[in-house]
């Protein structure tokens, strides 16, 4: 019974670090995918949202540079956080 509480806590611990990833680790990866998509001659694009740190991808014209589609679109994102900014669920820090 006891092993299986620890067990369960090592899990549940181990699930929290998995998540947690630094906004600086996140972006060097970001930019490290695009550097290497940008050899292959693709047009994807990723980015962070700023205000959700959620990551979207965009689809750029290779010749004209211009954004074909986002995904999800960045629009939606904006959207959705601003709905959570008038709602007061967007939080300087976590507690």
């Known amino acids: 019974?006891?092993?299986?509480?620890?067990?369960?806590?090592?899990?549940?611990?181990?699930?929290?670090?998995?998540k947690e990833i630094s906004r600086i680790d996140l972006e060097k990866n970001i930019e490290n995918v695009n550097k290497f998509l940008e050899t292959s001659f693709t047009?994807?694009?990723?980015?962070?949202h700023e205000d959700l740190d959620r990551i979207f991808v965009e689809i750029v014209d290779q010749i004209t540079q211009e954004v074909v589609r986002e995904i999800p679109p960045k629009e939606f994102l904006d959207m959705i956080s601003s709905m959570l900014e008038h709602v007061g669920l967007i939080v300087d820090k976590r507690v």
């Open 43 to 48: 047009s994807l694009k990723f980015q962070v």
């Open 1 to 18: 019974m006891i092993n299986q509480r620890l067990t369960e806590k090592r899990e549940v611990l181990h699930a929290e670090n998995a």
